[in-house]
Every structure is written in C-alpha cells, then in structure tokens.
C-alpha cells in the first residue's frame, strides 16, 4: 500500500509563487514515476507534470512549461511541485499520483494523495 500525502497549496495573488510537496509512504519511492494533476471546480481531471524514477525525464502541461517544475528528492521521499508566475486559471485542487512508468495517462497512475486547494487571486 502507498501512501501519498501533500502539502503547500493556499491562497496566492497572480504572479506569485508556491510550491507544493507530496511525502510517499509504504513501498520503495525510488522506483516509482510520479506526477501532479490537478481539477478545477466543474472540469475534469487534468495532467500537470511527470518524472521519471530517477528524476531524469520530466514531462509538462504546455500552459505550464517555464512556470512550473517537478523535482524529486528520493532520500526523503518527496516530489515537488515549484509553481512560479501563477494565473488565476491555476486555480485547483492540485494531485500527486504514483505510476510505474512516467505517463500522462490518468489510468496508469494506481495511487493518489487527498489533494491540496491552490487558489490564485487576480
């Protein structure tokens, strides 16, 4: 069983920054892809961001190429999700979601965190 948890989502004007952070738990991090996903009221589920096991790959929304960057730390378990130059259309319960391969297919993605609110203010 994995266990996903995130954290660092809140309230930010436009233009600003977050970042979020997902703490996996219950098997060998090091050997998973990873990604955040995000939904917005009344939308569908949407693919933010890849990376391989290894970091090595990476994979982006193209309204978020150059403004947001996934990164891992597998010592601690932890992905990453640096926002910059936040829009008001990222508005959104942001996801990380464990794969085995790297992939933007919602359906090879077997485990999911509870999600965290990022709401950007124009």
């Known amino acids: 069983q994995v266990q996903l948890v995130e954290s660092g989502g809140g309230l930010v004007q436009a233009g600003g920054s977050l970042s979020l952070s997902c703490i996996a738990s219950g098997r060998t991090f090091s050997w998973d892809a990873m990604g955040w996903w995000r939904q917005a009221p009344e939308k569908e589920r949407e693919f933010v961001a890849s990376?391989?096991?290894?970091?090595?790959?990476?994979e982006y929304l193209n309204s978020v190429k150059g403004r947001f960057i996934i990164s891992r730390d597998n010592a601690k378990n932890t992905v990453y999700l640096q926002m910059n130059s936040l829009k008001p259309e990222d508005t959104a319960v942001y996801y990380c979601a464990r794969a085995k391969v790297r992939t933007t297919n919602p359906f090879d993605y077997d485990y999911w965190g509870q999600g965290t609110q990022v709401t950007v203010a124009s």
């Open positions: 990376i391989s096991s290894t970091g090595g790959l990476r």
